[in-house]
């Protein structure tokens, strides 16, 4: 099947909540609604969230300083005027990339319908719910039908959503595997479940990429991703709140 655009806006389901109150909310994500307002400064302006996306999503100023930083980290010419984010969640960082009005088309994408309704319905809250388009699928099939030479797998991937790898960056917050990260002192990336380190890496590695990981992450891993003999340099960026690191953003040069 030919992967397109979403057309409109996905319904909402009995999955995307917004908890008004502490007493509606599931113990594990009591800690994550107690920063509502960090997370999503409009919260209070019916911001919807699936039960698993509170686990995941970026919060509102460090979306909003990754949006800033992220052409300040490329080093290429020509411009980028393309960003993909390949795991939009919730949107809080499609929305951030929209808002920072630096990029001609911010395409997001996300695997699950609830939640994508939940970006969908979050970026009208934000007002750029026309700035995005947003695709319902699975990204590392989206990069493998971008990639492929095959005439046969290219007609797979809409015409609107082809882009030119020189102009564009792609975003990576994927899942983590859980938590576990906590308890490791280094975060082994090679465990990252669904997609390790190095899956998510070759699936990108024709344009520029940031990659969202773990603040404990292992940066010897991330340093041996550039190739033997390239100069290129890797910048790994530490997100901070309230004077603690919350993850951190490793800007990957395409190549
Ligand atoms: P956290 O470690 O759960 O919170 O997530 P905190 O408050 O730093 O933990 P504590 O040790 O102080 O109790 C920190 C940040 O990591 C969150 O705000 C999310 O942005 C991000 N994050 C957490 N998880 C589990 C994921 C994930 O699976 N994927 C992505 N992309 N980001 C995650």
Redesign the pocket.
């Known amino acids: 099947m030919t992967l397109q655009p979403v057309k409109g806006a996905l319904p909402l389901t009995e999955k995307c909540h917004h908890y008004d109150d502490i007493n509606e909310v599931p113990w594990d994500l009591q800690k994550y609604w107690h920063q509502r307002y960090s997370i999503f400064n409009f919260y209070d302006y019916d911001i919807r969230l699936t039960d698993d996306a509170w686990?995941?999503?970026?919060?509102e100023p460090i979306a909003t300083k990754i949006a800033k930083d992220i052409r300040s980290h490329n080093h290429s010419t020509p411009r980028k005027d393309t960003i993909i984010d390949l795991?939009a969640g919730a949107g809080g960082n499609t929305i951030a990339f929209a808002l920072s009005e630096k990029w001609d088309r911010v395409i997001g994408i996300e695997k699950d319908a609830a939640t994508l309704a939940c970006a969908q319905h979050n970026a009208a809250v934000y007002g750029v719910a026309d700035a995005i388009t947003w695709v319902h699928g699975d990204s590392l099939d989206f990069l493998a039908r971008l990639k492929s030479t095959n005439p046969k797998s290219q007609g797979k991937l809409d015409p609107s959503l082809r882009v030119d790898f020189s102009k564009t960056v792609l975003f990576a917050?994927?899942?983590?595997g859980g938590?576990s990260y906590?308890g490791q002192d280094v975060f082994d990336l090679s465990t990252m479940e669904p997609y390790n380190l190095e899956t998510l890496h070759e699936a990108c590695r024709p344009m520029e990429h940031a990659l969202?990981l773990p603040r404990t992450s292992d940066l010897r891993q991330i340093a041996e991703l550039v190739p033997d003999g390239d100069n290129s340099k890797v910048e790994v960026v530490q997100y901070c709140m309230e004077g603690?690191s919350?993850?951190m953003v490793a800007y990957m040069p395409a190549e």
């Open positions: 686990f995941g999503v970026t919060p795991f917050s994927p899942p983590w938590v906590r969202f603690a919350k993850a």
